[in-house]
């Protein structure tokens, strides 16, 4: 299926300039932003957080990631770590982590033991993925760091810090992690340029690309990733995870309402009035001016929006340009059963794209 076809059926699909590979089924996982839809609160979108990923357990999907924003109205799983341990408690089998943690805001030391601590009450289920942006603005970045003028290459020592706290105690050893040490934390770079991936090839570790707000430098990461990637004890070869999302709906019009609450939600963060994430709104497109819709397509260019024969060729379509080894479907969608609902089409469908 061309480019051109997938867009005439209501598609919004990108490339992102990669090459073809063969087909193949992959896993599929699930970022959570814990939205706030207006009119809600964050303990209620906490609790549609527990309530989703008990879905998404039972659809097969192989993660359930949370993400650590901050000073945001419509995103509630600042508290990482707090979230996760709920989300843990609740499901039992799918993989639970951080898409991620953000280490400059933290000591790595904390960030062990939190994660420690989630792998000792729930072994072999635990993902930590680690990234260097703030995950807010520069107030809120400010009253957690209280120092913004750190050494920009210090996240790399952190992050060799953060995975030396989950080796083995050794005997004498002055300082560890309790809990941590010892524990089974699997630990991921996150980015969304070419410094994650240099980082993640450097050190072995699988890596996630942030394509589903930020895919303009994808291909070039992925290359240099894969090209540059050195076996560790914790990798034998790369393996590379693209976020994109995905709104599935009964019917390529519902699907396109849904999705227009997070090109509402977008657009009012890059104009500067974050808030809760806004209802839906009929031929939202057509209201777009020229600035709206070029930003618009060009941070949302991996988007997947659809009914289910469309989600279906769409998945097949970016999996095919992509060559991703794993899919972190995110979608903000106001309502909470709608959202549900996306996220089970998708698993349905994905079974007849590979």
Not at 6 to 34: E, N, T
Not at 287 to 300: I, V
Not at 323 to 332: F, I, P, R, Y
Request: with cysteine.
């Amino acid at each position: 299926m061309s480019p051109d076809s997938a867009l005439d059926k209501g598609q919004r699909l990108a490339f992102c300039g990669a090459l073809p590979h063969i087909v193949r089924m992959i896993p599929l996982s699930v970022l959570d932003l814990s939205p706030v839809p207006e009119g809600s609160t964050p303990g209620q979108a906490l609790r549609n957080s527990i309530d989703l990923a008990r879905h998404a357990e039972s659809f097969g999907y192989a993660r359930y990631w949370m993400a650590e924003h901050h000073n945001m109205a419509g995103i509630a799983s600042a508290a990482t770590a707090v979230a996760l341990a709920h989300v843990a408690v609740a499901t039992s089998t799918i993989r639970i982590g951080a898409g991620g943690i953000m280490l400059p805001n933290h000591a790595p030391l904390m960030i062990a033991e939190q994660f420690g601590t989630l792998a000792a009450l729930h072994p072999g289920r635990i993902d930590l993925g680690l990234g260097r942006a703030p995950g807010s603005d520069q107030i809120a970045a400010r009253a957690m760091r209280r120092n913004l003028s750190a050494d920009v290459n210090q996240f790399p020592a952190d992050v060799v810090e953060l995975m030396n706290y989950f080796r083995p105690a050794e005997p004498g050893q002055a300082l560890r992690a309790v809990p941590g040490a010892g524990e089974d934390v699997a630990v991921w770079i996150l980015g969304s340029s070419t410094f994650g991936a240099q980082l993640a090839a450097h050190l072995g570790l699988p890596y996630a690309f942030a394509s589903h707000f930020a895919p303009g430098e994808m291909r070039d990461a992925m290359a240099i990733y894969r090209e540059r990637f050195r076996p560790s004890e914790h990798l034998a070869k790369p393996h590379a995870m693209l976020g994109v999302n995905i709104f599935a709906a009964d019917t390529d019009a519902e699907a396109r309402l849904l999705y227009s609450s997070l090109q509402q939600a977008f657009l009012n963060l890059r104009r500067g009035r974050p808030g809760k994430l806004p209802p839906p709104v009929e031929d939202f497109d057509t209201r777009l001016d020229r600035a709206g819709r070029a930003m618009l397509a060009d941070a949302l260019a991996c988007s997947v929006v659809g009914g289910p024969e469309t989600v279906r060729e769409g998945l097949r379509a970016f999996v095919a340009s992509t060559g991703a080894d794993e899919l972190m479907v995110t979608a903000q969608i106001f309502d909470h059963d709608a959202r549900i609902r996306s996220f089970e089409i998708l698993a349905q469908e994905a079974g007849k794209a590979g």
